[in-house]
T-cell receptor, first 116, second 116 residues
């Protein structure tokens, strides 16, 4: 079974609107971390936001927020006030355990296109 | 902080030659680094976990003798693609956990390898 599922291969949004990118995960480990990365066409992976499994509040970083619903095992990324520069591939990832030595498992990604 | 560099960013080589890719953590020490491979429009696939001072841990299906990993210092890991063939052409990305090991993985900008 896939550990990280991103069901939206592509999403379109108009500039200045908000958009939600879906991510569901599967793990039996009580300790885990969820990450979102942005990959523009240049290829670099840019860290956006992190949510720990024990975090009580949803993570926020500027225009990015993570809608963490633990019981549903979902960790959706919300981008508010979309900008043209937000057009990129977005990957959800999970690390089981809390150690930095643990590997990341990535979803297949969602391509976001922001139109003027 | 938490900057990871990769060199070269792009390399073209002839079939049968070896190519070395360097991954450096610029402003922190990384006892653990990770090497990923990414095919066009696909997700990241973990190749191996590189531990400073010890042998790398390879994922299933990744040839150890083909993809040599050396993590000789706390800031440098190298991936050598030996006797490269056209099917080794891909985007190779490294990441490093740090600086506190429980933190997220920060990625290098990637290396695009083309084998002719």
């Amino acid at each position: 079974a896939q550990k990280i599922t991103q069901t939206q291969p592509g999403m379109f949004v108009q500039e200045k609107e908000a958009v939600t990118l879906d991510c569901t995960y599967d793990t039996s480990d009580p300790s885990y971390g969820l990450f979102w990365y942005k990959q523009p066409s240049s290829g670099e992976m840019i860290f956006l936001i992190y949510q720990g499994s024990y975090d009580q509040q949803n993570a926020t970083e500027g225009r990015y927020s993570l809608n963490f619903q633990k019981a549903r095992k979902s960790a959706n990324l919300v981008i508010s006030a979309s900008q043209l520069g937000d057009s990129a591939m977005y990957f959800c990832a999970m690390r089981e355990g809390t150690s930095g030595y643990s590997t990341l498992t990535f979803g297949k990604g969602t391509m976001l296109l922001v139109s003027p | 902080g938490a900057v990871v560099s990769q060199h070269p960013s792009r390399v073209i080589c002839k079939s049968g030659t070896s190519v070395k890719i360097e991954c450096r953590s610029l402003d922190f020490q990384a006892t653990t680094m990770f090497w990923y491979r990414q095919f066009p429009k696909k997700s990241l696939m973990l190749m191996a976990t590189s531990n400073e001072g010890s042998k790398a841990t390879y994922e299933q299906g990744v040839e150890k003798d083909k993809f040599l990993i050396n993590h000789a210092s706390l800031t440098l890991s190298t991936l050598t693609v030996t006797s490269a063939h056209p099917e080794d052409s891909s985007f190779y990305i490294c990441s490093a956990s740090g600086p506190l090991n429980t933190d997220t993985q920060y990625f290098g900008p990637g290396t695009r390898l083309t084998v002719l």
